[in-house]
């Protein structure tokens, strides 16, 4: 075999692994653990809707206040249906994007075609976990039309800041976090979130626990289960999203 050829078949193998590479880490999901399905199913609560985007709303009245969140990069949008389908159940609709290959970052204005397809929901709020947060303060940030956000183990980025704009904000993050960990949660917070921002503190959460995907590269190890750790969410989100009741 010549040379040109071996050169050649190296050239092609280095590509074939890097294209793998780049979709393993870039591309490919954290796809939801199965435990999901029950949350996924209609019964005399919950109406859910998978297409275009995956809804949840209540069963027994239209609700006037709703919930739009972004997930976190490349984790499936299934994976947020425990915690979506629990405060549908509240009263309230929530409505999860589903983003280009699972990067919120690709379609920050992705709410707006949500905020158009329910002209009945008179209070909207942004929420988001993880990057997913990040763009969705972005969208807040941007559009006069949110009146809340909700922030799970995430912040604004450096292109947005709420410091300055009347907007009721709620951040939920776990104390074993490894890639958003307490202080920078709160130090992120101080520096662009409303001063009025509710922080709550989950102890012995981390980061993936607030979604049902399994464990994250980078992530601390959660000394409370994945169910409480949702749990304690829920309860903080129901806390914060009763103000918008009328």
């Known amino acids: 075999m010549s040379n040109k050829w071996i050169i050649r078949g190296l050239l092609i193998a280095t590509l074939a692994l890097g294209a793998f590479y780049a979709y393993d880490n870039f591309v490919s999901p954290y796809r ?7 949350s996924m199913m209609t019964d005399d609560d919950v109406v859910v809707s998978t297409t275009p985007r995956l809804t949840f709303r209540p069963a027994d009245h239209e609700p006037t206040v709703g919930v739009i969140f972004y997930t976190g990069a490349r984790v499936d949008p299934d994976a947020y249906a425990p915690i979506a389908r629990q405060v ?16 919120a970052v690709l379609g920050v204005s992705a709410a707006s075609d949500v905020l158009m397809e329910y002209p009945e929901i008179s209070s909207w709020i942004m929420a988001g ?10 969208f807040a940030e941007r559009n006069q039309r ?7 183990a995430s912040y604004p980025d450096g292109s947005s800041n709420l410091a300055f704009r009347n907007l009721n904000t709620l951040v939920v993050y776990g104390s074993e976090d490894g890639l958003a960990p307490p202080a920078e949660i709160e130090q992120k917070s101080a520096d662009l979130l409303p001063k009025s921002a509710e922080l709550v503190l989950i102890p012995g959460g981390n980061h993936a626990q607030f979604g049902n995907y399994g464990p994250q590269i980078g992530d601390g190890i959660a000394s409370i289960t994945r169910n409480d750790q949702q749990a304690a969410c829920v309860k903080a989100i129901l806390g914060f999203l009763r103000q918008y009741r009328s």
């Open 146 to 152: 949110i009146s809340g956000l909700i922030l799970l």
């Open 129 to 138: 976990h993880s990057m997913g947060g990040a763009m969705a303060a972005e």
């Open 32 to 38: 939801s653990t199965p435990d999901v399905v029950g």
């Open 88 to 103: 549908a159940d509240d009263g309230y609709l929530v409505v999860i994007v589903k983003h280009p290959f699972n990067f």
